[in-house]
């Protein structure tokens, strides 16, 4: 009884984590402290205002205005933008795309539902714009994940009611989300870190339109 496909956008379509992880750490750097890798976990999925309240705290920085906070989160996005500005179609991941084709082909309905503001510049440098009937992002959310309003509005959006919408997400934060919208979430990635998913496969690569039968 699956009639839409609702998908994250960082870390399911595509692998945008490594730039933010750079252009974060440059800014963690220029103010003379660093974090490690397995910390950028902790930052996926997470909104740019909140990841940036994580990371201050990692490195003891607790005399920033919000003045000066909103300098720092625009200062990141300049480095960001500036690497996704030259991002191709040859960085989405592994059967995304096509998995996205199997299930317009099969008629079912498909979104994308992600924190990220920068969504449009993406979607539009990957060329997957077509490929989705709506897309909410960072730009039409006020509830951050885990918070399901980004999937809600998804499902609204497609007109199809939250029982039957799945969502694939890689983040602990968005599988939260998905479950509290009422509705069914894979997982992409582990099995450790996404426990209360339905399911969860290492990638689009290896979902199947049967699979979804069997949620
Ligand atoms: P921006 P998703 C999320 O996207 C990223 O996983 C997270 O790391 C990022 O901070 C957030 O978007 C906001 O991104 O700064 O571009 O608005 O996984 O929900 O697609
Ligand atoms: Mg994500």
Redesign the pocket.
Known sequence: NIQACIF?????IVD??VY?YKAWKRLANGMGFDFTEQQNEQ??????MA?LDLILGWGNITNKTDDEKEQLATQK?EW?TDMINTMTPAEILPGAREFVLSCRDAGLKTAIG??????PTILTRLELLPLFDAVID?NSVSKP?PDPEVFTKGAEALQVAAANCVVFE??IA?IEAAIAGGMKAVGIGSPDTLKQANLVVSGLDKMTLEMLEEL
Not at 8 to 12: I, S, T
Not at 43 to 48: F, H, T, W
Not at 114 to 119: D, I, R
């Open positions: 994250d956008l960082d870390g399911v945008t984590a933010h930052l996926k999925g997470v909104s740019r990841s996005n960001y992600s924190a990220s503001k920068n969504t960072g994940k890689d983040a968005g």
